[in-house]
Each structure stands twice: as structure tokens, then as C-alpha cells.
């Protein structure tokens, strides 16, 4: 049974009822001659978990960076909460891959920062940070500098900086990619457990399907590039709470796995090719 959908991607089983938070309205990302994405569609509801996986090169950090007003798009509109992306956007928490930690700032100033930035109190900023230092498990090392911390608790910190301003949409760049595997799946439940107690717009960019499979709620395929498009997009129809380790046991989860491979594969194969 065929699972592909066509553009525009409409809001995932389970979301029809929420609004659209992102939108994404035939974009095509250029750089001088060079078209990195083109005419892509995409709609992530209010507290939707979207997940988009593509071969190395096909502009997945592109299209990220487009909703978080970091690049303008060639042509095509992106909107958050229907108001259309001018410039670099207030409302969203961006999670990147390397640590965007200040090293010469403790753990609970680099989590103020964004608070700072807004003009919050000194007094206010300190117990918000305090309190979100503790939700993320680290009570206690609020005055530690992040060469004084491990790789999980510095993830930890950035995702305490990333949603300690309640953002509307929350941009991750595969965060988790340069933790060993066990860290990793301790900091996917972490993550999970913090978006569901809100349940913001998440679009999250990986190269690891089964990560897009145990978190997101859809995930979406992107051609290799260039001019890069949305393929396929697939609702994970898995129930939440999830452990991200104890769900790919599950059968649909395998199944789930091997039908997104299917489109994926081709496509790392033709990424590869270009390459030679």
C-alpha cells in the first residue's frame, strides 16, 4: 500500500484539528546560480512533530534556516502562526548540533540569555533559569562553565536555552548526532518529555531515520539535491508516551522503517552518484 502523499503535506492524522503553525509555501532556496530546494511544500501544525530525513546535500539545514529567517527564500513565502518570516524570528528555540554554548559563561547564564535579550528582569531571569536548570536534571550545576560539564549535560543546557522562552516553533539540527548511542537515547526521552508537557511545532532535520521514527509524528522525505523536493511524507501512527529504545520493537515500527527506506534509499543513492 502506497504511502506517499502529494505537496502540499497536509497536517498528519491526529493534528487536522490544530492549526497550521509552520508554513512553507512553495520555497526555493538559491545560492547565485546554485538551487539548493525548489518549490517545496510544507505545513507543521501546532504541536506536530515533524521530522525531515534527505541525503546528505539535499537542503535540510536550508529549509531550517529559511523558517528561522536566517535565509531568504528565492521565491515562495514561510510563515509562523500565519505572519510571514522577515528577518531572524523571536519565537522560535533553535537546537543545533554542536554544543552553542558561551564557554566563558556558566550554565545558568547561558541559559538567561535569551530572557536577557527580551529585557527580563535580572530577578526573574535568575528563578526561570533555575527552575528550567532543574527540569532538565541539573540542580546543582547552575555555576558550572561547559568545559565543566559532559556532553549530555551541555545538551542539556541548550535545551533548557532553547525553551526557556516558551518559542511557538522549536528548529533542531540533528542535536543529538555527536553523543554515544546510550547518551543519546537518555537525551531523546529527555526531549520528548519536555515537548510533550507543552506540545510545540517541532521540525527537526536528521540523518538517522530511526531517530525521525521514534520522535516525530510524521516524517518527511527530501530528494537528493540540488533542487531538492518533498517526495513523501509519512505519519508515524505510534503511540505517545514513547520510549525511543523500547519503540523500535515494535513490529509497526519495523514496518513503518522498511516502507520509508524504500523512497529513502533510492535517493542516498542517486546523492552518492553525484558525488563520483
Known amino acids: 500500500m502506497s504511502l506517499a502523499v502529494v505537496n502540499p503535506m497536509p497536517i498528519q492524522t491526529g493534528q487536522q484539528n490544530a492549526k497550521s503553525m509552520v508554513s512553507i509555501d512553495a520555497v526555493t532556496m538559491s545560492f547565485g546560480s546554485y538551487v539548493a530546494v525548489q518549490d517545496v511544500n510544507l505545513t507543521v501544525a501546532d504541536g506536530e512533530f515533524l521530522a525531515i530525513v ?157 531517530e525521525a521514527i521514534a520522535l516525530g509524528d510524521r516524517v518527511a522525505i527530501l530528494a537528493a539535491g540540488p533542487r531538492s523536493r518533498v517526495i513523501e511524507s509519512f505519519p508515524v501512527e505510534l503511540e505517545r508516551p514513547r520510549d525511543v529504545a523500547e519503540i523500535k520493537l515494535d513490529p509497526r515500527f519495523m514496518d513503518l522503517y522498511r516502507n520509508i527506506w524504500a523512497s529513502l534509499r533510492g535517493e542516498v543513492e542517486k546523492s552518492y552518484e553525484r558525488r563520483d
Not at 112 to 132: D, H, I, P, Q, Y
Not at 165 to 189: C, W, Y
Request: glycine share 8%; net charge positive.
Open 54 to 210: 534527505g541525503p546528505t546535500g539535499c537542503g535540510k539545514s536550508t529549509i531550517l534556516n529559511a523558517i528561522a529567517g536566517l535565509l531568504k527564500p528565492a521565491s515562495g513565502t514561510v510563515t509562523i502562526d500565519s505572519a510571514p518570516v522577515k528577518g531572524v524570528q523571536n519565537d522560535i528555540g533553535y537546537l543545533f548540533q554542536q554544543d552553542a554554548l558561551l564557554p566563558w559563561k556558566t550554565s545558568i547564564e547561558n541559559v538567561e540569555l535569551g530572557l536577557l535579550f527580551k529585557g527580563v528582569s535580572s530577578a526573574e531571569r535568575r528563578e526561570r533559569s533555575m527552575n528550567w536548570l532543574a527540569k532538565v536534571g541539573l540542580k546543582g550545576f547552575e555555576h558550572r562553565y561547559p568545559h565543566q560539564l559532559s556532553g549530555g549535560q551541555r545538551k542539556r543546557v541548550q535545551m533548557a536555552q532553547a525553551l526557556i522562552s516558551g518559542p511557538k516553533v522549536i528548529l533542531m539540527d540533528e542535536p543529538f548526532s555527536a553523543l554515544d548511542i546510550h547518551t543519546r537515547h537518555l537525551m531523546q526521552n529527555e526531549l520528548l518529555r519536555l515537548w510533550q508537557e507543552e506540545r510545540r511545532a517541532v521540525v527537526m532535520i536528521t540523518h538517522d531515520l530511526e
